[in-house]
């Protein structure tokens, strides 16, 4: 699923998470204004860190892949929310071929769970981010 629509999945578990006393921070190489604009459109109540030089994406292995960011599964994902009238927000310039992914830290900073995604629509579970932050209860 495509990152806004991820994000927009976790904003409708936000009690889920504060209830196990975690936050969703966003890391963002977009600008200022884009992601003001897409936090309103989707959750304006994670925190947002940009990164416009990517070294938060570098550091955590997030791959940039023009292949698979336009791979088959992706181009049928987005030709089916085109025919249903969802179009995709716009890049506002931005590199489209920048990989996301998850990340479930502890507050020591360990790792607890680390899910990069393979392309657009490769996303965890919100379950699966539960899931990590109950190794730690």
Known sequence: MPCREHVAQLCQHQHAFRQRRA????????TLPAV????????ADFDVLLDRQREVYRAY????????????RTLWLYLQRN??????????????????GDFVIH????VLL???????TDRPAVETL???????R
């Open 114 to 120: 680390a899910y990069r995604s393979h392309d657009p």
């Open 107 to 110: 507050s020591s900073g360990r």
């Open 23 to 30: 936050r969703v921070a966003i890391v963002s190489f977009g």
């Open 83 to 100: 025919l249903r009238g969802i179009h995709g927000g716009d890049s506002h310039g931005d590199d489209t071929t920048q990989l996301g």
């Open 61 to 72: 292995g997030l791959e940039r892949s023009f292949w698979r960011s336009r791979n088959l």
């Open 130 to 136: 539960l899931r990590a932050l109950e190794t730690q």
């Open 36 to 43: 003001q604009q897409w936090l309103r459109e989707t959750c």
